[in-house]
């Protein structure tokens, strides 16, 4: 049994959106978001390469990754560290495109991102410390980015 319960899985592809982590040929770590995050099974995220020329060459030479998914509302995720490997052909290519396509996307999929997931470590912002419940914290958040993003 892998290391992505249920629970995981859902937050991950309920959220989608992970900050991808790789080596750079230098060392230097290279940040990227992905949009197209996803908990493929009990053992393995997922993303697409989309517009990800830096993150896909760091894999082929270093497969170290780490992934954070985190929910800005609620201030908790997870961070998933493991080794990720490209796919741009085959069968694991071809059925995570094909679920990307049955979720609607229209975009030009280069590669894919299997990452094997060799630790998780939850998330939780030390605005926690102070006890206010999930919903205070998160009310607290959504007033903060309608403040900065107000209606027009």
Request: glycine share 6%.
């Amino acid at each position: 049994m892998g290391a992505i319960t249920q629970e995981i899985r859902e937050f991950v592809n309920k959220v989608k959106l992970g900050f991808v982590a790789t080596v750079s040929p230098d060392g230097t770590p290279n940040l990227s978001p992905k949009g197209t995050t996803i908990a493929w099974d009990e053992d393995h995220l997922a993303f697409a390469d989309i517009h990800s020329p830096g993150t896909v060459t760091n894999l082929l030479n270093n497969s170290s990754i780490e992934i954070n998914v985190v929910d800005i509302f609620t201030r908790k995720g997870y961070r998933f560290k493991g080794k990720g490997e490209v796919y741009s052909e085959g069968t694991i290519f071809e059925s995570v495109v094909s679920y990307f396509r049955d979720a609607g996307s229209k975009h030009v999929i280069k590669n894919i991102v299997l990452v094997k997931v060799d630790r998780i470590i939850q998330l939780m912002s030390p605005a926690y410390d102070l006890n206010p419940s999930e919903a205070e914290i998160t009310n607290r958040w959504i007033e903060y980015w309608n403040s900065i993003h107000p209606e027009k």
